[in-house]
């Protein structure tokens, strides 16, 4: 295996360069914007160049890995490393003007989730994790919470570009558990609320019909800091729930119930 103490260094370095990029040109006036699969889905000139900055990095210190990009094409070779990058996560928001959006960059070596880190340029924040040695917030370790109620819980959740077609929307589940805590919240990143949960300020987390860019590295922050994180569905999609093991088991019992 490669150094991950080394590695994890890189991708920290090529996080912040992306995430300058996006950070220098925050509220451009002519920002170039485009659709994706649907109107809704959008992609702008920085995610292009944030992925640029991050795939040039990869490319010089590790050419033989296979790379897995929301903005580009995948082609599978017979490398045990893959990288997992949404150079952007958060498009909307950045395209809108709200400061909540992220870099997402993680490893798997066979399979396994072994590097992952979350950067929000506006914040300022680095969070990293590697696998066996915790995981951290601008070098300072992180813990999930230890709520255990919904009721004291703040957590997460958010609604997929095919919601107008998609057989589960997710609203039935945000109508069943809004009463239910103390408050939920629609951050519009994944990468972002999976670090929110690891570091406690998020209790929990759950949504569907997400990519594997979207929650790969938040997927190691979580467990690192001492979290759970489960696909509640499976499938060509990834469907999660993500918190200590009790506001996980609430959280999946109320959407059980949604659906029975």
């Known amino acids: 295996m490669i150094d991950?103490?080394?590695?994890i260094n890189l991708v920290k370095e090529w996080a912040y360069r992306a995430g300058k990029a996006q950070k220098d040109n925050y509220e451009k006036k002519d920002l170039k914007i485009s659709t994706k699969s649907s109107k809704i889905d959008l992609v702008t000139e920085i995610d292009d160049l944030s992925e640029k900055i991050i795939l040039e990095g990869i490319k010089k210190e590790y050419p033989d890995h296979d790379i897995l990009s929301e903005e580009s094409d995948f082609k599978k070779t017979d490398s045990d490393y893959l990288w997992i990058i949404d150079p952007l996560d958060g498009t909307t928001n950045y395209a809108q003007g709200l400061p909540i959006f992220a870099v997402s960059i993680a490893l798997e070596f066979r399979g396994e989730i072994v590097l992952g880190v979350v950067y929000n340029p506006i914040l300022d924040e680095m969070f990293s994790a590697v696998e066996g040695k915790g995981a951290y917030l601008n070098d300072e370790k992180i813990k999930i919470g230890n709520k255990d109620k919904l009721i004291e819980s703040v957590i997460a959740t958010?609604?997929?570009?095919?919601?107008?077609?998609?057989?589960?929307?997710?609203?039935?589940?945000?109508?069943?558990?809004?009463?239910?805590?103390?408050g939920?919240?629609?951050?519009?990143?994944?990468?972002?609320?999976?670090?929110?949960?690891?570091?406690g300020r998020l209790d929990g987390y759950w949504e569907f019909n997400l990519s594997v860019w979207d929650v790969a590295a938040g997927i190691l922050l979580i467990r690192e800091a001492g979290g759970k994180v489960?696909?509640?569905e499976g499938g060509e999609n990834v469907s999660v729930i993500a918190g200590n093991e009790n506001i996980i088991k609430l959280i999946n019992d109320e959407i059980k119930s949604c659906y029975r």
Do not use: T
């Not at 991950?4 to 590695?7: C, I, V």
């Not at 519009?188 to 670090?195: E, N, R, T």
């Open 158 to 182: 958010g609604f997929a570009y095919d919601r107008a077609s998609s057989e589960n929307s997710n609203i039935g589940n945000l109508s069943r558990i809004l009463p239910k805590v103390r």
């Open 230 to 232: 489960i696909d509640i």
């Open 4 to 7: 991950l103490n080394e590695a």
């Open 184 to 199: 939920i919240r629609r951050m519009g990143a994944a990468a972002y609320d999976l670090a929110s949960v690891a570091c």
